[in-house]
């Protein structure tokens, strides 16, 4: 099982470009997540998704657009990058019973915008 | 406003030892809190979980404790081990059904051989 692929690893963008980071996973998960770590913040959730379809905001949506058409894949999107933006993302599935499962991460994608 | 604090920015622990890791929270509406280890260039990976009807949760070298008047728990690793040097953040959420997780900022703990 290769669990929660992020493409790219790295990325560096000037401010006002476009881009998707992708996601996929390989486990059937029905919910998928992404979060951004900033340094002394922890993990903040950007958007999520409970099945395919069906997607809805978190803590700090802005500037950033979800799609889920197939329960494998959820892409996120930032639509005219700012460097704000800058920092490392990371996508998370699980099943329903992810109290006691927990989240599945990826290794992440750093993101820098100059 | 940050829901849930992890006060101690790093913690050295000799090998073999415990190694005992706090988290206090704001919200009382948290019922389930998660433990998550996460070491450089990965993402986090899950540890240990608990609900609000438990006090302790034990899985292996791992257990958390959970004082909820208190809004605090604590996760103990015993004994500790050189691969447990690592960042530990904890989370919470409001329901068993609830998406959205709230995390600490983590503790860098680091193993002293």
């Known amino acids: 099982n290769a669990g929660v692929t992020q493409t790219p690893k790295f990325q560096v963008l000037k401010t006002g470009q476009s881009m998707t980071l992708q996601c996929a996973q390989d486990?059937?998960?029905?919910?998928m997540s992404w979060y951004r770590q900033d340094p002394g913040m922890g993990l903040r959730l950007i958007h999520y998704?409970?099945?395919?379809?069906?997607?809805d905001q978190g803590e700090v949506p802005n500037g950033y657009n979800v799609s889920r058409s197939t329960t494998e894949d959820f892409p996120l999107r930032l639509l005219s990058a700012a460097p704000s933006q800058t920092s490392v993302y990371f996508c998370?599935?699980?099943?329903?019973?992810?109290?006691?499962?927990?989240?599945?991460f990826g290794s992440g994608t750093r993101l820098t915008v100059v | 406003d940050q829901q849930v604090k992890q006060n101690s920015p790093s913690l050295s622990v000799q090998e073999g030892r415990i190694s005992i890791l706090n988290c206090d929270y704001t919200?009382?509406?948290?019922?389930?809190f998660l433990w998550y280890k996460k070491y450089p260039a990965e993402g986090p990976t899950f540890l240990i979980s608990?609900?609000?009807?438990?006090d302790k949760n034990e899985d292996g070298r791992f257990t958390v404790f959970l004082n909820k008047s208190a809004k605090h728990l604590s996760l103990h690793i015993v004994p500790s081990q050189p691969g447990d040097s690592a960042v530990y953040f904890c989370?919470?959420?409001?329901?068993?059904?609830?998406?959205?997780?709230?995390f600490g900022t983590g503790t860098r703990l680091t193993i002293i051989p």
């Open positions: 998370a599935s699980s099943k329903y019973d992810r109290i006691n499962y927990g989240y599945t």
């Open positions: 486990m059937n998960h029905e919910y």
């Open positions: 998704s409970v099945g395919a379809g069906i997607t």
């Open positions: 919200n009382s509406m948290f019922d389930y």
């Open positions: 608990i609900s609000s009807i438990k």
């Open positions: 989370a919470a959420s409001p329901n068993f059904g609830n998406e959205k997780l709230t």
